[in-house]
Each structure stands twice: as structure tokens, then as C-alpha cells.
């Protein structure tokens, strides 16, 4: 950006695994810097400061949104705590990117909406799908006819589980594989084909692999319909050994596309003694392995916060807010509530009382 548009002021709330995402990532940015991270754990703000050269550190992230020198916050917390720290942020005028999923409930999703803009602030979706370059060329070739009519637009991600406890506590994350990445896969869908309202989804899931760590499911499948007629086809799971898969396929009427993120990104390689880093979750380096380069831009994660900053200073229009997390979260309980009763369900979707969409799942409303 020119000098009369400064780099967008953001602070970092989480100090883990997507936080150094997001501080890797705004690094890299043109549009934005980091000027702030916190975090509760003693040194773990600090760690994360040192590492990317951020001026400061909290241990309360209260203490972030009470420095007026900030103008926006990335959220990289636990999903129980998207709501409660959006809410604060919001009244303290500070622009929120939240973490997917965009929270536990549709109210809550409802609630963070109505405050960001009684507030005046952008309340943008960290979806990255939306900004991953190999899947916006395949949205950039639907779009431009080259498929014909999109009928059905797959997307999978999997990986041998997560890497912090709290993803495994259903009380605290809301849901197994199908909240933490059915979220991208749902959204990605929805995205891709133009954001046709979802009429109907059919999930199937289970714990196949990690019952002793988790009541949450580790493998799960779900159909989206939409009101155009095209179908989503949603896979995800926490139990495939080996790195992280994340790839798509298109079918249209007169062409398709596939997409793997990280295989047509990778240089296949084989290593007696093993080396530093291949590829997120995968368990070793040695024998054969697929090391990525330049994973976080493959994902469009540093794309994604230059646009978000671009779309704070007025210079481009938001493309993953609040409202399309809020599709997400309602697809999240209609998808339990599926696997749970066993059928299709329709949307719109009350989940009534639920406090967490795999609730429905143990004990569909009916
Ligand atoms: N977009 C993606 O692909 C992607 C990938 C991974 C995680 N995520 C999302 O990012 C969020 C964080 O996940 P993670 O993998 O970084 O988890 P993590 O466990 O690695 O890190 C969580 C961080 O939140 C901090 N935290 C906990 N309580 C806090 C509080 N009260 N105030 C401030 N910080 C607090 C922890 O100290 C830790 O630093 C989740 O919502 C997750 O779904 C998104």
C-alpha cells in the first residue's frame, strides 16, 4: 500500500498453532503488521513476539484490545472462546478476523454479526479455502463456463488428528472432524458455487479410531444440496495416518477439475536418515515423504490477511465474513443432527436448545 495507507495495526489473540500462522503469515503481508500478541500461558505470548519480531506481548488479551494503537484482531483461541473475545473486541472498535469455526452456536454467530456492526467493524472469516490459489483458479475456470453447469463440488481434508488437547474435548470444541474441518469443507462448497442458499444435508460419521481419546467423531461424510440443484460432498477425518490431504474435485456438464493441494505441490522424496520438515502432521521424514514449499501461501493464508487488511482500509470488498460463518455453523448442526437420526434433514435449521452442534449427534432434537 502507499504511504498514505499505513499497514493495518493487528493483534494476535492465541499464541499456538495458528496464531504463528497468522504471525507467519502478516510477516509476509504488504498490507499489514503485527504489533501485539497474547496469550495466557506464561512466556507462550512472548515466545511468539520474539519469534516474529512483534513489539508487544500480554498474558490477558483484555490488555490487546484495551491498546488504542491496534485496529484489528485475529482470533487463533479455542472455539468456545470466538464469541466471548469478538463480543470485547467489537466494543473496544477493533476489526475481528475469527478463527473457523466461526463459534458454538448460531446465536452466538447471530450475536458476534449484530456487535461488529453496531460497532462499526469488520467481522471477517478466516476461511482461507476462499484465498487458496489452486482452488480459486478452479472456481476462476467455473466461473468463466469452462466446466459448463457445476453440478458437484467435492472437497476432503484429513489428517491423522489434531495437535492440541482441547480439539478432542467435545465440551470444548464443539465437535470432532466434521466441526473442525467439515467447517472448510462446508464453506468451500458453498463458495465455490456462487453461495446458493443450502437446502438439505445428509451426514454419516463415526469414531473409528480414536475412541479412547475423544466422544468426537474422527470420520465423517456429508452431502450438501443447494437451492441451485448442485450438491457439496463433504469428507473429513482425524484418522488417516501420514500428513495432511486436502484436495477437490468439480464435476460441470461439460468439464471438470481436481485439485490436491499438497501432492501437485510437493516434490516427492525419499530419505534414509530423514530431514527437517515435509508437511503439517506428517509423522516422519524418513523413507518416502512429500515435502510442500511455501506451504502457508499454497493455503493462501498470507493472501488471506493482506485482503482483510486491504478491506479495512476501504480498498477492496470483504470476500469470508460473519455470514458466511453463520451458514457454516447452521450446516455444522443440521450435519449432527443428520448423522445422529440417521436422514436427511432440511434446512433452514433450528437446532433449539444445543449448546454445541455434536450434541445433536448424541441426542438429535426432535
Ligand atoms: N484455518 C485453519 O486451517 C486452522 C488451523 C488450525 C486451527 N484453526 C483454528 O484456530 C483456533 C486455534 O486453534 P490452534 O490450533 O491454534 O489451537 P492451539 O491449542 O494450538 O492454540 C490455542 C491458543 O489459544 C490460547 N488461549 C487459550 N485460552 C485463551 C484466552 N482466554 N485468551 C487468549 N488466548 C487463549 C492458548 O493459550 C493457545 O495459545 C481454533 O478455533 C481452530 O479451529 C484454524
Request: net charge negative; aromatic share 10%.
Amino acid at each position: 500500500m502507499s504511504q498514505s495507507q499505513p499497514r493495518v495495526r493487528t493483534g494476535i489473540i492465541g499464541s499456538q498453532f495458528e496464531a504463528d500462522v497468522h504471525a507467519a503469515s502478516i510477516a509476509v503481508g504488504q498490507a499489514v503488521q503485527a504489533v501485539a500478541v497474547a496469550s495466557p500461558t506464561a512466556g507462550h505470548a512472548q515466545a511468539l513476539a520474539d519469534r516474529y519480531e512483534i513489539p508487544k506481548a500480554f498474558t490477558d488479551y483484555r490488555k490487546l484490545l484495551d491498546d488504542p494503537d491496534i485496529e484489528m484482531v485475529t482470533i487463533a483461541a479455542p472455539n468456545q472462546l470466538h464469541c466471548q473475545i469478538t463480543l470485547e473486541a467489537a466494543a473496544a472498535g477493533k476489526h475481528v478476523v475469527v478463527e473457523k469455526p466461526m463459534a458454538m452456536t448460531i446465536a452466538e454467530c447471530d450475536e458476534m454479526i449484530s456487535a461488529c456492526a453496531a460497532a462499526g467493524v469488520h467481522l471477517f472469516y478466516a476461511e482461507e479455502l476462499f484465498f487458496t490459489p489452486k482452488y480459486v483458479k478452479a472456481k476462476e475456470i467455473a466461473d468463466q463456463g469452462g466446466l459448463g453447469e457445476v453440478f458437484l463440488v467435492k472437497q476432503t481434508e484429513m489428517h491423522s488428528g489434531p495437535h492440541a488437547d482441547w480439539f478432542w474435548d467435545v465440551e470444548r470444541s464443539g465437535g470432532g472432524a466434521f466441526m473442525d474441518m467439515g467447517c472448510h469443507g462446508t464453506a468451500f462448497c458453498y463458495w465455490f458455487l456462487g453461495r446458493p442458499q443450502p437446502v438439505a444435508i445428509t451426514a454419516h460419521m463415526g469414531t473409528y479410531v480414536h475412541k479412547e481419546r475423544t466422544r468426537g467423531d474422527d470420520h465423517s461424510f456429508a452431502v450438501v444440496e443447494f437451492a441451485n440443484g448442485a450438491i457439496g460432498q463433504v469428507e473429513d477425518s482425524w484418522a488417516r495416518p501420514g500428513g495432511m490431504d486436502d484436495r477437490i474435485e468439480v464435476y460441470g456438464s461439460e468439464g471438470v477439475t481436481y485439485a490436491n493441494l499438497h501432492m501437485g505441490n510437493a516434490l516427492p522424496t525419499y530419505s534414509e536418515k530423514g530431514y527437517g520438515y515435509a508437511v503439517e502432521k506428517a509423522p516422519t521424514t524418513r523413507g518416502w515423504s512429500y515435502p510442500v514449499f511455501e506451504e502457508l501461501w499454497n493455503y493462501g493464508f498470507p493472501q488471506e490477511m493482506d485482503h482483510f487488511a486491504r478491506c479495512v482500509r476501504g480498498l477492496e470488498e470483504p470476500r469470508a465474513t460473519g455470514r458466511d460463518g453463520r451458514v457454516v455453523q447452521e450446516l455444522l448442526f443440521a450435519g449432527y443432527q443428520s448423522a445422529g437420526l440417521g436422514r436427511r434433514v432440511a434446512l433452514p435449521f433450528d437446532p433449539g436448545p444445543a449448546r454445541r452442534p455434536i450434541d445433536l449427534w448424541f441426542e438429535p432434537v426432535q
